[in-house]
Every structure is written in structure tokens, then in C-alpha cells.
């Protein structure tokens, strides 16, 4: 209700202002005034004038009351509904599962030749050593021939919202690129999960690579959400080997988008 009044509060100050104030300031000055033509004295006394617009203005401001609630009913109905219906993902950052040798024996386990339909659960964001960026999907065969000298970073992203994400992607940009690579759409249904990989080339050519994975989606009334995380790639040296630490901002939470 606070909010109702807190957007009607120009429109309600006005009211005031003027069914208050002005309105009974100017029937008293009218009834000061001497009447021009016999047919235009008043047969009441300003008192009965005042009394009879005192129920006027009370009526009026009951309309409004009664405007404000079916308002504030109505939001909060909508409030309630978007709320059994929203879809919200948390996200952590998993540690690898696959070695190298082994993500590369996973994707290799499907001959060329074969012919296999499956639902797309994975995403790979590969991060050249020049930090362009290209989206690959699982079972890709391009995918195969890289990942030999990539630092994997598993991010694994959980609805636990009570509706369905519908049109849901996974996207990010290369460096100094304002192009967001997205993979394809699909729906994530409640406590079900999507995960994303972060294939960083070993051989890229600086010691700090930051990009930011967006993950958008909407609800089943079309309601769009988005929630971006922000992640830092650093060289790091530990006994003679390089590789890159991987940090991310959980901080950020998601938002409706107009």
C-alpha cells in the first residue's frame, strides 16, 4: 500500500490541495460577495454549503481509497503469481571432473558414423590464445581437437526457483568484444541443473583474462531475467608449471529486465 500511495502521492497531494483549501476558500469568498440579480441569493448559510461539500469530498476520497486497494490487491495477486512461477539458478563453480585425456575420451566415444539424438546439457566457451571467443555444444567435433591444451573450468548453474526457465542460454564475450556468443536455447525445469565450461586456451598470450557469462531466461508469462557473473582468469606459476587460477562473482543476483 505504501507503494501505491508513494506513486499516486502527486495526484493525492493535488486533491488535497484543492478540496481542501482552495474550494472552501472560494465558496466563502462567494458567499461574502452581494448577490447581483435576486434569482442568485443563496437560501443556506455557508455552514450548510460547506457541510453538504464536506460529504462530497468525503465520498471522493472514498472512491480513491477503494481505487487504491483493488490496485494493491491486484499487484499483490500478480506478485504472487510471477512468484509461483519464477525460475531462479544458483551458481558454483565446480572443481574439474575430467583431465584432459579424459574429456577428450568422452567426446570420442561417439564414432562419426553413428546417429544419436540428445539433449543438450553442456555448454563450451573456448577462449583462444589471441582471447577470441567460439561456443561449442557436446559431442562436437571441433571440441575433440582442443581441448588438449585447455585449463577446464566447470560452472554448474541449479534452478531452484519453483517455475520452468524457458529460453534459457548461456552467454559471454571475448576480449574487448561487446559481442555476446550464446548457445542455443532450451528449458530448464525446477531442481534440474545446466553446466557450463570454460575451455581457457594455456597458450593465451597474457597473464589476466576477465569476461562476464550471462545467464538469461525467461519465465512462462514471458517475464525476461538476467543475472550476470563476472570472471578473472590469472596466470599463476607454481613449481616451474603455469596455469590459470579461475575466480567468479557470486554477488550479483538476478534481475527482471523491462
Known amino acids: 500500500m505504501r507503494s501505491l500511495i508513494k506513486k499516486h502521492w502527486k495526484g493525492l497531494g493535488l486533491f488535497l490541495i484543492v478540496g481542501v483549501v482552495i474550494i472552501p476558500a472560494i465558496i466563502n469568498w462567494l458567499f461574502k460577495l452581494p ?5 442568485l441569493e443563496a437560501e443556506w448559510y455557508a455552514a450548510d454549503i460547506l457541510a453538504f461539500y464536506s460529504v462530497i469530498l468525503g465520498a471522493g476520497l472514498a472512491v480513491w481509497g477503494i481505487f487504491l486497494t483493488i490496485e494493491h490487491t491486484q499487484k499483490s495477486y500478480r506478485d504472487d503469481v510471477k512468484k509461483r512461477v519464477l525460475p531462479y539458478f544458483v551458481v558454483e563453480l565446480l572443481s574439474p571432473k575430467y583431465t584432459t585425456a579424459s574429456l577428450t575420451s568422452k567426446f570420442s566415444s561417439i564414432d562419426n558414423d553413428d546417429y544419436e539424438e540428445y539433449k543438450i546439457h553442456e555448454t563450451y566457451f ?10 561449442h555444444l557436446s559431442n562436437n567435433d571441433e571440441l575433440r581437437k582442443i581441448v588438449h ?6 560452472i554448474l ?8 526457465a524457458v529460453n534459457f ?4 564475450s571475448g576480449l574487448n568484444s561487446k559481442r555476446i556468443e550464446r548457445d542455443t536455447f532450451r528449458n530448464i525445469l525446477p531442481t534440474c541443473d545446466a553446466k557450463c565450461y570454460i575451455l581457457l586456451d594455456q597458450q593465451y598470450n597474457a597473464d589476466l583474462f576477465e569476461c562476464e557469462l550471462a545467464i538469461d531466461y525467461c519465465d512462462i508469462y514471458k517475464n525476461k531475467y538476467s543475472q550476470i557473473i563476472p570472471i578473472k582468469f590469472e596466470r599463476i606459476v607454481e613449481n616451474g608449471t603455469q596455469g590459470f587460477l579461475i575466480s567468479i562473482d557470486l554477488t550479483r543476483l538476478q534481475e527482471e529486465l523491462s
Do not use: E, M
Not at 35 to 39: I, K
Not at 157 to 164: A, D, E, F, R, Y
Not at 169 to 172: E, R, V, Y
Open 126 to 135: 573456448y577462449i583462444q590464445r589471441d582471447g577470441s571467443l567460439s561456443v
Open 169 to 172: 542460454s548461456f552467454g559471454t
Open 157 to 164: 548453474v541449479k534452478n531452484v526457483g519453483l517455475g520452468t
Open 149 to 154: 591444451n585447455c585449463c577446464i573450468n566447470p
Open 35 to 39: 448577490a447581483p440579480h435576486n434569482f
